[in-house]
Every structure is written in C-alpha cells, then in structure tokens.
C-alpha cells in the first residue's frame, strides 16, 4: 500500500509503519470480503468510499490519509483496466484451446468426405477435416487478436486524479511496475478520455471470437436439423419442450449464436455514450455495465465452444450420402486446366458433359486438392506453429 | 502475372513468354485505365470480369487461361484486403502526424493556464500544454492500433478459390511473398469466413482514431462559441448562413464530429450482414460498401485534423480570465497532505476556507503539479519516444 | 409559387404577377431538369441555392426575393419530409401488395402438408397455408405501422426559418394545406431538432419490414437447400459461379435477406449524429446520406420480396416426406386432454407410446388443428378484413 | 381462470367449479408473491413451470390440467405484451407530463430573452417561451407515439402455443376481450416470429423520447456552465468530488444525456439476435433483457425529467447579457424585404451596416417575430390542444 503515498527521498520510519498497517489493513479487508463479512450496500458510495471508511474506522488518521493524491475517476480506470487485462487473457487462452481442440479433430478426420457448400447449396466436395482447420485458423487469429488488444491498453493510469494530476510527486513509474502495467498511461487527460476507449477495443476482441462462434453455431444448427444430420450431440447440450414431447431441442448451439448480439449491443451502447469532450462526465459511469456483460458472456461462450467442438459427434455417413456427381465438375474443369485448355473452355466442357462425374469418388477428390491449405494439403503444421507462438 | 499460374518444377520457355504476354497486356490495360479509357460499365459483372475478358480480346486463348485456378471469390478477397492494409497505413501516418503536431503545441505552451474541466464545470486549473499532450497521446494510441490491425490482417487469401481450394499445386508461398502479405491465409473456408470479420477490425481502428476526433471536435465546438471563446479557426474553417448576415460557423468542426457516427453505421451494417453458416454467401458481397465509406471518411477528417490543430489559434487572455480562485482549492488540499494532515480533514478544510484561494496565480498552481504527466511534469519525452518508435 | 410569399390582407395586382412569373419559371426549371438539360454541378452549394441563382438569371430582382423569409434549413426539412412521405406511402402499398398475394398462396395451399420447426427441429405438422398467413399478417402489421408513421411525421416545418422563425406573418397554414401536410410544425426549434428523429422512425417502420423480409429469405435460403428442397424458384432469381460450372445460387434471397443490415447501419449513423444541444448544426447535414440508402434498398427489397411471393414454387411431395410419425405426439397429448386426463399426464403417455403414431397422416392432423388461426383454422378473412382497411 | 380451458357449448357445472378452484388457487399464489412468500429459485425453470408445479401441489390433477392447449412460447409472448403494452402507457403518459410542464414554463416565460443559437454560434435572439415550447411539442409528438406504438403492438398471443395453434377449440377471441387486446393475433407462426419485432418497436417509441430528452440534456450541460450560466438546478440534482472541494456537478443532467446509449444498445442487442429463420429459436429468449433494461430505463429518464422541467432555475439576466447587437441583422434584413428591397439585397445592405444594430432592443425582435410558431407568435393553444388529444 505504501506506494500509493508521496514519494520522499528516504523514507522515514513512520512512513514504512504507516504503510505497514495499511497493508495489513487492506489484507484483513480483503479476507473479510471473500469470507462475505464485507457487504457492500446502500451505506457506501461505491467500493472505493467503502475501502476508505473501513480503513478508517479501523485505522484512525491513518486510514483518511489514503484517498490523498487520489481521485475516484482514477482508482475507478485502474480497476476496470485490470479487469479487462484479465478477461483478455482469459479469451486468449480459450482461444487458443478451442484451436488446439479443432485442429486435432482437423488430423483425426482429415480426409472424410464432406459437402462443401456455397450460397448453402452443395459446391464441392470438401471434409471434416477442412472445416476444423478453419475453425482452428480462425480462434488462432482471436487469440491473437485478444493478446494484442490486452497489451495496447495496458497502461497505468494510477496517479492521474481527476484528470489533472496533483501537486505531489506521485511514484507512477513503481506502480507501473508493482501492477504489471507494460507502460504508464502519460497524460492525465487522455487517461479519463480513454475510458470507453479502451473498453471498447476490449469489447472487439471479444466480439471477433464470438463471430466466429456465431458462424460455427449456424453451421451447427444447420447440421442438426433432420434434413443434414451431419452432426450429433450428448444429450446435455440439449433441452427439451413443454408442450412438444417429442422433442431435442439444441439449446446451447442458438445460445452460442446469439452470444454475438449482446457484445454488438455492449458496443453500440458504449459508442452511444463517447461523444463528449474532454475530461470527465457522468455519462461514463455508465460504461461498467455494457464492459461487464459484453466480457462475462464471451467467456461463457467460449467456455461452451470449447467443449462443444471435443464433444460432438460427426455423422460421416449422412456427409458422404450427401455427395452428388456435379460436385465435382470444378474438379474436372481444373484437371483439363492442367491439360493445357484454356479456363474458360474447361468450364464449358465440364458443364456440358455432368455424365463424366458419375464414376468419381470423394477420396480422389480430396486427395487431388492440393492447393496449399486446401484439403488434401491441410498445412495443419503451419496453423500448429502459429498456434504454439501464442 | 505468371505467379498466379501453377507451379511446374522448372518453368518451361513457352510458359515465361506466356507469362510475359500477360504481364505486358495487364499493364497496358493498367495504363488505359490509368488514362480513362477503360470504363467499368454494364456490360461487365464487375472489373475482375472486365480484366479477364480485355485480356481474351487481346490474347486470345492466352486470356481464357487468367482464371485457371481462381474464383471471384479470393480476388475480391485479395483486391480488398489490399485495400485494408493501405488506408491503414495511411491512417497510422496521419495519426502519428497528428500526434507531432500536437506535441509540438503542448511544447509551445506548456504551461499556458487554461481552465480544467469536470462535468463541464471549471475544476482546477490546466494548461494548453497537458490539453494538447492528452491528444498526442491519444493519437499515438490510435497509430499503434493501425499498425498492429494492418500486420493482423496482412495474411493472403489469393489460392484459396471459391472456399476449398483447387487440384492445382498453386504457388501461395511465393505470391504471399510478391503481394508483400506477412503470412499466408492458409485454410481456404477461413478465407471465405473472414470476410467482413477483417473489414470490421480495419473499420474498429479507424473509429478508434476518430473517437478522439470527435471528442476534440467537442472541444473545439465549446471553446468557439462566444461563451468560451478559447479557440479561434482561420476563415476557411467556416461558413456564412444563407439568412442569417451575421454568422460564420464552423462547420468543419461540426463534420469532424460527425465522422465516427459515419463509421460506426458501417460497423453496424457489416455486424448485421455476418451471421451467417459458413461457406460463401451473395450477403457478403454488401461489405464493400460501408467498408469503403467507413475508410474514406476516417481518412479525409484525420487528414483535417491534421491541418486543424496546427491552424487554429489560442486565445489565451480569454482563458486566463476564466480562472477563478476556487479552482485552487484541490491544490490547498493537496499542500496540507504533504504537511501530514490526512487528505479527509485537509479536504475539509480547504472547503471551509474559500478566502485562502483568493491570493493564487495559476503560473504557481501549474508548476506544483508534478506528478508524472501533469501539467507541471507533461513528460513530452515520453510521448515522443514512443511516437518515434511507430 | 406565391405561398411562399408574405401575406398581405389582400394581395395587389402586382404581387398576384409576380407569384405567376415565379410559377412559370419554375416550371420551366422543372421541365428542364426532366429533361436533363438543368444540371446541379460544383457551381452550386445546393439545389435550394442553384434554383434561386437560376430564377434570379431569369428574373433579375425578383428572383432575388425568392429567399424571403426562408432559410435552407427549412428548405431542406420540407424537401425530406415530402420524400420520406412518399417512401412510407410506397412501403405500405408494397407490404400491402406482399400481404395479398400471401393470402393468396396460403389459401391456395391452406392445408398442404409442410414440417413445422422449432429450433430448426421437426416438431409438429403444419401446412403451407400457415406459413403463408403467418406472412401476410406481418406485412399487414408492417403496412400498418408504415401508414401510422407517414401520419406521425407528416408535419409542415415551412416557415422556420433557420430555426427562430422569422418578422414577416408567413402564411404557415396555407403552405401546410398546399403541400397536403397534417398539421404545422408549430415551433421553429423543434422543426430543426425533429431533424434526424424524423428520418430515424420512417428507418424503423422500412426496416420492420424488412426483417420479415429476412426471415423470409431464410426460410427461402434452407428451403432451397438440397436437403430440404421444399421450395424452388425461377432461373431470373439465380446466378452461376466463376469457376464452379454446376452451379445455380439463389442470390436474390441472399440479397432479400441483408437489406435489413443496410438499415440497421443508417439507423446506427443517424442515431450516432444526433447526440447535440438545440438548433441546428452542420453534423444534421449527413442525415441525409443513411436516410435515402436505407429507404432506397428497403423499397428495392420489397419489390423484390412481393414478386418471389408469387414466383417461387412449391415442392409439396418434398415437404410431405419430411413428415415423421414422433411429429404427431402433440396431437395425441392433447387429444387425451381433451377425454379428461390431465395435460402433464397425457404428455408422458404421448411419450411413452411412439408406436401408437405410425398410423397417422398430416391430412387428419392439420384438419383438427382448429384453435383459431391455425392450419385448420387460419381464418384468412378476419387477415383480409385488416388488410383492406389499409 | 376458466378462460384458458377449452370451449364448450354449455360448460358443465364441474367445469366451473374446477374454473373456481384455478381461479382461487392463483389468487392464493399471487398474495404470496406480493407478500414476498413465493421465491423463484433454481427448483424452477421459470415463472411458468413454478405455478404450474405450485397449482399441481394445491389442486393434484387440477394442477396438472393448467398447461393444456399452452406452451411456454405463448405464455412469454402474453406476458412480455402486457409488460410492452404497460410501459408504453407508462412513457405514454410521462411524455404528456414533460409536454403540460414544459407548455405552462413556454407561457410563464414567453417573451423572456434568450440567445437563439445555430452551430452554437449566436444567431438570432429568442426567447425562453420558444425554448420550453419546442420540448413541448417534441414530447407531444413522443406520447403519440407511444400511444401509437401501444395500440399497434396490442394483439393478442395467447392460444397460438409453439407457433403452431392446437387441436383443441380454445377460445382466443374471449382472452383477447378479458385481457384488453385489440385484436387476437391471428397466425401462430408470426405470433412467433413477432417476439423480438414488437420488442423493438416498443424500444423506438422509448428511444425516440430519449432523444429529446439527450438534447434536452445538452442544453442543461452547456447552460449550467460557468461560461453559459443559464440555468441553475436545486442541489439535490448535483453531486460533489472525491477529491476537489469546490465541485457541485450536474449529474443527473449526464444521467438523462447517457440514457439514449442505452436504449440504443439495447435495440442493436435485439436486432442482431432477429436473424433466424421462422419458428422458434432460444435465441429469442434473450430478447427479455434488452427489452426490460431499455424499458427501464427510459421510463426512470422521463420521470427525471419531467422533475427537472418543472424545477430548474432561469438566469434571466445572464440570457439577456449574451445578446449582442449582430443578432439583429436577420431582423433588419427581413424588415427591408418588408419594404420590397429584394432579400438578396437587403441581406447584403444589413451585412454591410452592423452599426444599425447597436440600438435594438430583445424585446421589439421578440414581438416583430411574428411567423406562426416563432417567438412572437408562440401558438401554444394549438400546441395544448394537440397535447388535450392525447
């Protein structure tokens, strides 16, 4: 605690004591708070007056000395910081699981048949082992996404008050260091005008996760329906209906999909608030909320998708019943390519002869598809060599 | 243009001509457009058609070969994506552009009084110095999260196809290398998927920067009216009224606030289009539109921003006079704590006295204020070090 | 022309000829700009500015009279309202039209068998005329609100000014009869400060619209899946692919459905840009950008939405085969209800016997689903007595 | 209770008695929840399936009965409409609050100087009756709307179960009569397929009151500045500073401003969850907490400012003070157009004469603005009759 107090060149005696009670103080509050002896009610302002007034009636003078050199703006900007540095983290390493968990599924099924679909009407033929490789490439992007969005805000803004900093010689350097800041936030100003700044950069890195969640749960509620059957899974990602006794209802895959909705709502609800000038205003009060429920549901999404993509089970027959001969039309338009004729000849010859299809296979397919990263070139090493950098 | 032909062991000699027929014909086609003379218009799908059937024209067979192992689909993906990476190059210039100019006037007046506001109401006292040295660091900030957002999304999309790549060992590595992309985009339905995900991260980093745009915009917009009157703007910043004879507005102003609304709309429209099952979808083909409309607008108001906060002139008597004494009621607390009073009772008593303020100079209240960053310890130095490093 | 004029107890000879010489110059302006012969090019700030620089060449002094007592603040107001008037009628005479010819279609078909879901899951019965009346009473609801939202903003803001109105006794109700407004705008600020709020709720009534519109695309977009194939639609409503010779994609209902998305952007600039204080500001200019794309593409969509109502065909022996025996458990649950066994009991005993389902047909099930507006009670009437009271 | 069995030609007398013993029980459940006895906890799914379980413990099979013919789908959408149709009376009758109290402060006030502003710039001069007669009309237009968006949205759900209907003959047309709808709303799939629509209508209606009341805002946050000084607020709308003793901040004044973010979150919340196809998906069951948070906080809003109309203070004397002689060139230049200079001319000549201005008086300009609507020539009966309809 001592290192929120001024800074003197050697301290004194008394002041190492002051710290030390404060410390002990502090230490003792928080034990009370997570024995849930410290209840936060109408009493106090908010947790930091809380803090102040415990200190106080426990420690006399000493505990009115804490508040000094320090505003409410500031102690609300460093909590809400950690907070977010931290739910980061969090993302990035869910992340990061989610794309180790699709890219051993891409391995297992890297070759069984799947339709490929544009416009959600059958294209190519592709496989199980593509789509969880994109699954995988796309979580490595988030996670590093989350990592770089936690390392542009995290920066200390301890010690700019109000928004003007104060006529003491704050030791902002060393609470950098001791709060694992990587860089004090400099100005006092732009410290206040970056709440709801930084929140929101927080709020995209979550959001670009829950994207991609979002597509996966369509792919999924697609491939659950009885008319794909692609996928099934373990009765508890499944409910139930009150009326219907017939029914399996997959619940958490339209949870998963709408997580996105409630971050693009935390944002628009942050942008909404941001058109002021400079220095602090009520109105940013208002960004706890939207931060929180934007950050607390993409954990709980990503948590769920984790253990959904380890968890379901893939139809394999339904996805190889679901190939037709004119999937593979591109196939032999581009093998013509090879032979020399023109593109758009090949097309044209491709479309003109569907009978030439009936005899071809999958397998032959996949196999054939050797542009990097296609199917039967999965590069799953590269993604795996991004993925281990993280 | 013979990267995007596929990969033989050692190009043959009918292939390198075959090349550089291509090569010659897309350059002069280049040049035609360049001069005018090769106009998009109805009669082609769009201008990836357009080029592929000038080359037919001119090269006959040769022509029909250019889409051998390509859709569309990852040449929209690559011409966007090219598009991306350069407005946020331009962006992270005109930020770091913005943030010298600004360190260059927190410098010139550094500890020029001005008031400081919370709530919008006069606080403590402030100075040009910290107001001018919270934008540059602001701006900073904003040219950081280009950067980074640019080397995010610099990954190549060109080979991937329609979504599942080809039965063409094509050369991705090597055009990876030519297009001047960090790392290739490997999995080609992730290449489809990103679609919109990375055009809504380019779009966040834009609306970061004119986020502080916006909310210098309010400030100017206040200290121009007649109440405040702080800030004066060459004539060519405003405009006269069509009834009114007296007025001269400032409208520029006024546009440069409403910039982030331009590209927060576009982040809504591209949000809304992506819930989506993978796989490609004609709805995707609606990103170009506010992709395009959020970059160009981010780009014009930085780039008068820029010019902006060079040319606008300080009226530094009007913002002296509208200091008053107890603005230095915080610094008489503050003078107490360092003589040992708690800050609780120091507080109070500040309150209690109001006459004590009376005698004060803002000169003395800004240079006591030094903690790191504040009015009286700005850290120009710092700013500048990491503005150097972008 | 003239009731823009002052009044005058009783106007003289002179001012009655020079109301008639502005009339007839302004209709030979509008004959010209018909005519492509008047173009607005960078010589004008604006048309308001261009058609009194072209009266005054007319005209000479009188032309120069033409701005009395007007601002283009108004000018402005008055032209948008009058367009956003006319959108709102057209909206409600295309969702009337959509409302129709569903009806039409769901009476035609009003017990052919089709799958009910919920969840994407099969769950009960249910009938084309459902799923078509369903339709047409969301079009009416969105009729309705189109129609109750030109009444809502259909208010004169002629008269002004910039904002203050102004000291000549402008004949304010006649203008409001002339252009077949409701009611005045009474108050001038007001007049400037519906700027935006306006526009805003005709974006809502065109979007409303427009998410039925969505929902209908995706039904359309599953329903033209080969796994589901219930549906199938002309070749003028599809597309071929670049490089995938076998295919045909229902682009249009991809279009269908992201046109919601363009709305909701405009909708998020427009609210974005009206975060002011009173009067008017050059930030309400951009307004007008989101107003007319929004309500551009939402007219545009329901053209097209109206015309594949009555286009698309029907695959009903697909739509029977995906019928299953568990889909008639409901049915049977209520069936022992209605003998007297409690619900809670009648849905276990629903579900313990599948068996007992087998022997069903969707023919018997839809014809005693009699609670009103189901299958076999849609109640077409009571929607048509609704929908000609639009 | 009986209302919810199903039909028949004469109902037995143990139908009524059962009816009795419903009717009883609920009263009985009712009594305890208002007296805080009946908790929701985890035991419980929902509301629903609590009294469902409550009844079958009071009543046995009685209990068990409740359910038929009813899915939880048609009980929430019952329960959210009577909660939307609810709320909007509430806002409803709030708006016509803020408009009576805004309407009787435009009359005590109506020829009281005021600077009259466009861009923030002086203008013209005003009046304090133009100022609170705007808000009145804003909020005239605020409670139509509401009306209108209550009775629009005033249909009834109940019977259309899963989306589906049932096979039994409920009475719908009764419980629309005995729970005051409007009309039954017929079709069970859009009674679906409407959760979520309604929703965001019912938010429009709040919103665009919020609005006003943000602008509102803006005013109050500019006029209670120092430099402003234009109105003054008791202080139990202010609030204090952690750590600078001389604040008084008008906080509620930036509460009323934020309070449009949320609501707009809470639409763009709704918006990205409505991407479904028909029939219902869990995704819209997160439509409750936007609906609720938005609702809310909007009524919270109007309540605050419906207090703050009636008990701000005007600084006359500071209003007058900011009136300076250029504000009356509009005046002089429409006072020469009067006399048949035409306005072209007489705008230059009153640019060119800015001495001519200096012995005006706030008060001639007021009454000369005599414009329908303007400060002369308020209009306020017109205004209260409007207000009288609602």
Redesign the interface.
């Known amino acids: 605690a001592w290192i929120f107090l001024?800074r003197s060149p050697s301290r004194s005696v008394s002041e190492i004591s002051m710290a030390e009670q404060l410390a002990a103080a502090l230490a003792e509050l928080g034990q009370q708070f997570a024995d849930g002896d410290f209840v936060l009610d109408a009493r106090f302002e908010d947790c930091?007056?809380a803090i102040?007034i415990s200190l106080?009636e426990r420690l006399g003078?000493?505990?009115?000395?804490?508040?000094?050199?320090?505003?409410?703006?500031d102690q609300v900007l460093v909590a809400s910081r950690l907070y977010l540095r931290a739910q980061l983290e969090r993302i990035n390493s869910l992340c990061a699981s989610i794309a180790t968990a699709s890219l051993d599924r891409a391995q297992a099924d890297a070759l069984t048949p799947m339709p490929?679909?544009?416009?959600?009407?059958?294209?190519?033929?592709?496989s199980v082992g593509?789509?969880f490789?994109?699954?995988?490439?796309?979580f490595i992007?988030n996670a590093?996404?989350a990592r770089?969005t936690a390392a542009?805000l995290n920066a200390n803004p301890l010690?700019?008050?109000?928004?003007?900093?104060?006529?003491?010689?704050?030791e902002?350097?060393l609470t950098t260091e001791k709060l694992n800041f990587d860089?004090?936030?400099?100005?006092?100003?732009?410290?206040q005008?970056?709440r709801g700044?930084f929140e929101?950069?927080a709020l995209?890195a979550a959001?670009?996760a829950l994207?991609?969640c979002?597509?996966?749960a369509?792919?999924l509620?697609?491939y659950?329906?009885?008319?794909?059957d692609f996928v099934s899974m373990p009765d508890e990602y499944t409910t139930g209906?009150?009326?219907?006794?017939?029914?399996?209802?997959?619940?958490v895959v339209?949870?998963m999909?709408?997580a996105?909705?409630?971050v693009?709502?935390?944002?628009?609800?942050?942008?909404?608030?941001?058109?002021?000038?400079?220095?602090?205003?009520?109105?940013l009060q208002?960004t706890k909320?939207?931060m929180i429920r934007g950050l607390v549901i993409a954990v709980d999404t990503l948590e769920l998708t984790d253990a959904l993509v380890r968890d379901l089970t893939l139809n394999t027959e339904a996805m190889a019943a679901?190939i037709?001969p004119?999937?593979y039309?591109?196939?032999v338009?581009?093998?013509k390519?090879?032979d020399g004729i023109?593109?758009?000849?090949a097309?044209?010859q491709?479309?003109d002869n569907?009978d030439a299809l009936a005899s071809r296979s999958p397998a032959e397919?996949l196999e054939?598809?050797?542009?990097?990263?296609?199917?039967?070139?999965?590069?799953l090493d590269?993604?795996r060599a991004?993925l281990d950098q993280l």
Do not use: C
């Open positions: 001024p930091h007056s102040e106080t003078d000493l505990g009115k000395k804490i508040h000094a050199g320090r505003s409410r703006n490929g679909y544009t416009h959600l009407q059958r294209a190519v033929v592709s593509l789509w490789a994109g699954l995988a490439e796309a992007d590093s996404l770089d542009w010690g700019t008050a109000a928004g003007y900093g104060v006529n003491l010689p704050l902002r350097a860089r004090m936030q400099v100005n006092p100003m732009y410290a005008n970056s700044k929101l950069q995209t959001a670009q994207l991609d979002r597509r996966f369509w792919d509620s697609l659950t329906t009885a008319e794909f209906s009150s009326i219907m006794p017939n029914k399996r209802n997959p619940d339209e949870l999909r709408g996105y909705g409630v693009q709502g935390a944002m628009a609800e942050l942008q909404a608030g941001l058109s002021l000038p400079s220095g602090y205003h009520r109105d208002r909320g939207p679901a037709e004119a999937m039309a591109t196939d338009a581009l093998e390519v090879a023109p593109f758009r000849e097309y044209r491709a479309m569907p397919s054939a598809r050797v542009s990097p990263g296609a199917a039967g070139n999965l590069q590269q993604l991004r």
